[in-house]
């Protein structure tokens, strides 16, 4: 996807119209609990500021269902962002209307100001045109930079693009497009990809689209039970998409007739129940008794896919290995993720998927030991899929 990006025009004296990812934690007292997604907008925005741009920022925050919920404004992110650029930053009352319009009339080159919370309005998630043109009036360049959101058509990241004339992406998105899609079109080999999570279901269309490029996939979570299930193994009582056995069987096919190989673990930590507390074992996957559930992957399983990742010069992963919010099923989850910074650090290109295995990297306290962790868990594994994500194909080539 070749995109124009912010680097390619100039924003001088321009009122600039830019869709960040503000979309963060807060806790009951309305205070920001990670400015992760902020901090990760700053690139752009100081880019824009810099070289004399005129700043309109707009985000969705929360799911307020097009009421206004005081609870989900975005006012505490105003606040954040301008301790963080020692600025202040104009809150607008709300996202359209003519208030709104004359405050973004009256910016100066290097002002700030950030609308409130597009999705106070239906029309926002609804691709609205009539709402979309409005958002659009007030600005003459449209940055999208909020990757998060790329893979929904909604008014503020593909309908604001037919009204707006240049339509650009901003260094976060021109980053996840950079290691995604380089991964995907001209990886370094061999390329790996490890899979988690819980359903099959999930991952199908990630599947089918890298067995046509990868080397080797692991798979982990509990889509590995299906996979037993259809090799004919006793699962206890371990998650079993029913209807996705045949399926299952099918992908093991498909994978040896492309000659990729299909790692599926060996050992699997079992419990008693799905609890902290619960009794747990570790056994090989062909003695999983009848009364135990799998909830992470065992020791040899962390060893052979170690030693995978090590060798391998792109991985991109997806998805946790077991139950990693509970300590007791979170070892094989954090014992990839070391693996992975472990391979970065000798070369090779590692891309985290966004999601549970973003947070679990982070509770590994290892970002910075991976080349990218992508800030769209949704869009990073419709990009993976081979989907178009319409926030990005709206901008300007």
């Given at each position: 996807?070749?995109?124009?990006?912010?680097?390619?025009?100039?924003?001088?004296?321009?009122?600039?119209?830019?869709?960040?990812?503000?979309?963060?934690?807060?806790?009951?007292?309305?205070?920001?609990?990670?400015?992760?997604?902020?901090?990760?907008?700053?690139?752009?925005?100081?880019?824009?500021?810099?070289?004399g741009?005129?700043?309109?920022?707009?985000?969705?925050?929360?799911?307020?269902?097009?009421?206004?919920?005081?609870?989900?404004?975005?006012?505490?992110?105003?606040?954040?962002?301008?301790?963080l650029?020692?600025?202040?930053?104009?809150?607008?009352?709300?996202?359209?209307?003519?208030?709104?319009?004359?405050?973004?009339?009256?910016?100066?080159?290097g002002?700030?100001?950030?609308?409130?919370?597009?999705?106070?309005?239906?029309?926002?998630?609804?691709?609205?045109?009539g709402?979309?043109?409005?958002?659009?009036?007030?600005?003459?360049i449209?940055?999208?930079?909020?990757?998060?959101?790329?893979?929904?058509?909604?008014?503020?990241?593909?309908?604001?693009?037919?009204?707006?004339?240049?339509?650009?992406?901003?260094?976060?998105?021109?980053?996840?497009?950079k290691?995604?899609?380089?991964?995907?079109?001209?990886?370094?080999?061999?390329?790996?990809?490890?899979?988690?999570?819980?359903?099959?279901?999930?991952?199908i269309?990630?599947?089918?689209?890298?067995?046509?490029?990868?080397?080797?996939v692991?798979?982990?979570?509990?889509?590995?039970?299906?996979?037993?299930?259809?090799?004919?193994?006793?699962?206890?009582?371990?998650?079993?998409?029913?209807?996705?056995?045949?399926?299952?069987?099918?992908?093991?096919?498909?994978?040896?007739?492309?000659?990729?190989?299909?790692?599926?673990?060996?050992?699997?930590?079992?419990?008693?129940?799905?609890?902290?507390?619960?009794?747990?074992?570790?056994?090989?996957v062909?003695?999983?008794?009848?009364?135990?559930?799998?909830?992470?992957?065992?020791?040899?399983?962390?060893?052979?896919?170690?030693?995978?990742?090590?060798?391998?010069?792109?991985?991109?992963?997806?998805?946790?290995?077991?139950?990693?919010?509970?300590?007791?099923?979170?070892?094989?989850?954090?014992?990839?993720?070391?693996?992975?910074?472990?391979?970065?650090?000798?070369?090779?290109?590692?891309?985290?998927g966004?999601?549970?295995?973003?947070?679990?990297?982070?509770?590994?306290?290892?970002?910075?030991?991976?080349?990218?962790?992508?800030?769209?868990?949704?869009?990073?594994?419709?990009?993976?899929?081979?989907?178009?994500l319409?926030?990005?194909?709206?901008?300007?080539?």
């Open positions: 996807m070749q995109k124009k990006t912010l680097s390619d025009i100039s924003c001088k004296g321009k009122r600039v119209l830019m869709r960040a990812d503000f979309n963060v934690p807060l806790d009951q007292n309305g205070t920001i609990t990670n400015d992760k997604r902020i901090i990760e907008a700053l690139p752009s925005i100081r880019a824009i500021v810099e070289s741009g005129r700043l309109i920022l707009m985000s969705h925050l929360g799911r307020p269902k097009g009421k206004v919920q005081e609870s989900l404004s975005l006012a505490p992110v105003a606040r954040r962002l301008s301790e650029l020692d600025t202040s930053v104009v809150m607008a009352q709300d996202c359209i209307g003519t208030e709104v319009m004359q405050q973004a009339l009256a910016l100066e080159d002002d700030i100001m950030l609308l409130e919370n597009l999705r106070f309005h239906s029309e926002e998630e609804k691709n609205d045109p709402f979309a043109r409005e958002l659009a009036s007030m600005g003459e449209y940055v999208n930079d909020a990757f998060g959101t790329a893979h929904r058509a909604h008014a503020s990241t593909e309908g604001i693009t037919h009204y707006v004339p240049t339509s650009v992406a901003g260094h976060l998105i021109e980053k996840e497009l290691y995604l899609g380089q991964s995907l079109e001209s990886p370094e080999r061999p390329f790996l990809a490890i899979l988690g999570g819980a359903k099959i279901s999930g991952k269309d990630v599947l089918d689209n890298l067995f046509d490029k990868v080397d080797a692991l798979i982990g979570g509990a889509m590995i039970f299906t996979f037993f299930r259809a090799q004919g193994y006793e699962v206890g009582t371990s998650l079993v998409e029913e209807d996705k056995i045949d399926l299952a069987r099918d992908l093991l096919k498909k994978a040896k007739e492309k000659n990729i190989r299909l790692l599926l673990p060996e050992d699997v930590v079992v419990a008693s129940k799905f609890a902290e507390d619960a009794d747990t074992d570790t056994v090989d062909q003695n999983i008794p009848a009364s135990m559930m799998g909830l992470d992957i065992g020791p040899k399983t962390i060893a052979a896919y170690s030693r995978e990742i090590l060798n391998a010069r792109t991985i991109v992963w997806n998805g946790p290995m077991g139950v990693f919010e509970m300590d007791a099923f979170a070892k094989g989850t954090i014992a990839i993720a070391h693996a992975l910074a472990d391979a970065t650090a000798k070369g090779a290109i590692s891309i985290v966004g999601g549970d295995s973003a947070a679990a990297v982070m509770k590994a306290g290892l970002e910075a030991g991976i080349t990218h962790i992508s800030t769209g868990g949704g869009a990073s594994l419709e990009f993976l899929e081979g989907k178009e319409p926030g990005i194909a709206a901008l300007n080539d």
